[in-house]
Each structure stands twice: as C-alpha cells, then as structure tokens.
C-alpha cells in the first residue's frame, strides 16, 4: 500500500484539544498513520506543504448532486414556487445518462473547492447513476433516493407508490451501502412531510433502524412548508415526526429555520442531528437558522451548501463565511466565532453522519479525507501572528485549495481534480441540460 508524507504544514487537527501543529502527517494506506512534528519517517510520495495549511477535508451535510444542471435555471423564487414550477419538472425529466453527469459535475466542484464527505439526496429516479459517479470520482458519500408518494404539483414522473419507493430504497441499500471499501454508505431520503404519506415515513422509520442507516430529510425550511404540514397533519414538522418515531439520533434534518421551542427540545432529547445551509436559505428567502441556540443545546449540526440549483455553488468557504456572519448580525460579533464554524464545517459534520470516530479531525487512525490550502497569496496575508482558524474561515477561498486526499488517494493536485475528466463534463453538461429543457418544454 502506498505511503503519503506531507511535510512542513500548518495541521489545523480539529481533535478534541484544537491542537494547531507546525509538522508532518504520515499516510499509510487509506489511514492517517503518525502526526507530529518533523517525523522519521519514508514514504512512496512526499508533499512539501510550507506555506500551507493542512486540515480535515469538508463535510458537507445536504447537497442535492442531482440538482447541479439547474444551476441558473430556478432564480429568485421562493421555495414551494421554486420546486413546483422549476425543480421538480427538472427532476421529472432526468434519464440515467443526465443524473450521472449532473452528479459528476457537482462532485468536480466539490472535490476541487475541498469537500471530500456529503450526505446526498438524490430524486426520485435513477440514482444508482449517481452512486455511480460518486464511485468513479473517489469522493466520500452516504447518499438515497428522494421519496415522494403525494403531493400536489408533484409530476406523474415523480410520484410513487409507497411500496415501490421503500423497496427500490432498499434494493439501492443493498447494491450501494459499503461500496468502494465503505467510501459509500446508504441513507434514506424522505423529501419532507409534505410530499411523503405517513405509511412511507412509517416504512422508512423501520427499515432505517432494521439497516442502521441515516434517515436525511427536509424541514421547517419555509412557512409555507409549515403550513402546510399542519393542515395536512394538523401539528408542526418536528412534533408530526416525533409522533411517528422517526425523531431519533438517525434522523438528519435539513434546514430547521422556523422551530417552536417544543421543537427544539424534541431535536435535543431526541439526538436528531441538523444540518445548516445559509446561502440557500438567504436566496431562497427562507430565514435564518438559530444555530448559536442549537448548538448551545448540544445539538450536533453540519454545514452543506444545498444544491447548485438554490445556491448557485456548492461551496464550503462561503458556506463558512455566511455561518459566522449571520449569527453576528443577529446576536452580536461574538455570536459564532472562525473556530467553531471550522468544526462545524469539519468534524461537526461529521458527528451530523455519525462518522466521527472515522473521519473530520487529522489524527492517527482516521481515515486519510486531508485538504491542503496555499495560503502564499495577498489575500490571506500578512501571516504573522493571524489566527489560523480566522485565516481559513474569513480570508481563504476555494481557490486556495491545492491537495485533496480521500481515502489516502490524491483526488486534486496542483488545484486539478485527476477523478473527474474536467472538460468532458463541463462539455456534457451543456448537453444535459440541453435535452432536460427539451423534454419539459
């Protein structure tokens, strides 16, 4: 097996004691084997990291990589008028050949800006296109397939029957989870109350718990959405959800802007894990995300940019920057400080997967998911003395981003991704969404 050794970083670790080391990591295989400073150590290959910093690879906790094609073509709409007139018609359209390069278009993006983990949900139909992608291009991933069996405004093409989404999940599970050496884990996707019955939530409730698996689905994102939840199940998101025993420690629920308080002391008790997206929240006009209250409340919750389509990037450094800046216009300066969001961004994003004790912090006997950041460049300048969570959070771009490694293997070098045939997707992917529009008129 292959032996990395990056020399002479910065190592931003994200352990438990925030250590920042001025040093050398050891790669052995898929695992991270030895950190410290000035190592005995021979290797196959040698990175000179002086001048960067080296720290845990992203891990962004909702994206949508089938949603990457529809970027610049769902602007300035509000949620439910966002899905029902743009994205699910999109969706509904979707063939295996346009799923995959949508997924490998986002991937590209991720990978090449520093993400190297995402908990994906993809749409209804064809998602073993993009388990394929993920496979091919070497990033980390728990993914499903959306789950969708009422609504209004939903397309024929989208809509299921209950029976049949639960077992195309399952036969996805069975062909998908522990894939590629574990770098691919399953995750069921009900898209949010208001588009599943109860018997599929129910469904889902029984064989996330039989599989023990994450249940990754939407809520309180909109107060539309919230309505209508209540006048269909008469009580809001969360409290409808813990009455069906789907608030458990496996239950990821993205967005959670408009909570009561009842609602979050069932997130709190319960363990159920949130997931954050400021830039989509913003675009979409959707609000603001108590995420100081939630955290105070020991409440583990991740970062994820959402989808290109509601964002327009799939960018974690902006996702960091509006975290913090959010929180100080709400609640003051010190609100929600570099470090924090970094963890957020990191390690916090993992406990959000449950992948804690494998991945999101540089320590011996994690997996090898490592970015590297040049950060020689006036914008990140002068060094002196600058706090190093302070330089990656508000002064660090995707641009600065040089190496990333997942699972002990370089998937970008010299701020190229070597998984991802760059101009044949960008190429193809004008293609897609060429025959997308196509079909929907």
């Known amino acids: 097996m292959t032996k990395l050794l990056i020399r002479d970083a910065c190592i931003l670790t994200m352990n438990s004691a925030d250590e920042v080391i001025r040093g050398d990591v050891l790669i052995d295989g898929r695992t991270i084997a030895a950190v410290g400073p000035k190592l005995s150590a021979s290797a196959d ?10 720290l845990p690879g992203f891990v962004q906790t909702h994206v949508h990589l089938c949603q990457t094609l529809f970027r610049g073509q769902a602007d300035d709409l509000a949620l439910i008028d966002w899905l029902r007139r743009k994205i699910w018609p999109l969706e509904a359209a979707h063939d295996e050949e346009t799923v995959y390069c949508s997924a490998l278009l986002g991937i590209g993006e991720l990978l090449r800006s520093g993400t190297t983990t995402i908990l994906d949900m993809e749409t209804v139909r064809h998602a073993g296109s993009a388990f394929r992608a993920i496979e091919e291009s070497g990033i980390r991933a728990q993914a499903g397939k959306a789950m969708m069996d009422l609504g209004d405004g939903v ?10 989404s639960l077992q195309e999940s399952v036969d996805l599970l069975n062909r998908w989870h522990g894939a590629a050496s574990g770098r691919i ?19 889902v409730r029984d064989l996330a718990a039989r599989y023990r698996v994450n249940v990754h689905t939407h809520a309180s994102e909109n107060r539309d959405e919230i309505a209508l939840v209540e006048a269909e199940r008469g009580m809001r998101n969360v409290v409808y959800l813990d009455r069906i025993g789907l608030a458990r420690p496996n239950l990821i629920l993205a967005h959670s802007i408009w909570l009561d308080d009842e609602e979050k002391r069932i997130i709190r008790d319960r363990g159920v894990k949130v997931t954050h997206c400021p830039g989509s929240n913003l675009k979409l006009a959707s609000g603001i995300a108590r995420v100081p209250e939630l955290l105070g409340d020991g409440v583990a919750v991740g970062i994820g940019a959402d989808g290109a389509a509601c964002n327009n ?27 924090t969001v970094l963890r957020m961004a990191t390690i916090g994003g993992a406990k959000v997967l449950g992948m804690e004790s494998r991945i999101g912090s540089i320590e011996p006997g994690k997996l090898a998911d490592l970015q590297l950041l040049d950060l020689e460049d006036y914008h990140v300048y002068p060094s002196y003395g600058a706090d190093p969570y302070s330089r990656v959070v508000y002064a660090a771009t995707r641009g600065d981003v040089d190496t990333v490694i997942v699972d002990g293997r370089i998937v970008v070098r010299d701020k190229t991704v070597l998984s991802v045939d760059r101009r044949k997707v960008l190429s193809e992917s004008d293609r897609a969404i060429r025959s997308l529009l196509s079909r929907i008129g």
């Open 45 to 54: 290959v040698v990175i000179d990291a002086n001048g960067k910093a080296l």
């Open 313 to 339: 990037n799939l960018d974690m450094f902006q996702e960091m920057r509006l975290t913090a800046f959010l929180q100080k216009v709400r609640r003051g300066p010190t609100a929600m400080d570099a470090k």
């Open 185 to 203: 884990e399953y995750a069921f996707c009900p898209r949010f109350v208001v588009s599943c019955s109860e018997e599929l939530l129910v469904g």
């Open 155 to 164: 397309p024929p093409a989208l809509l299921e029957k209950t029976e049949r």
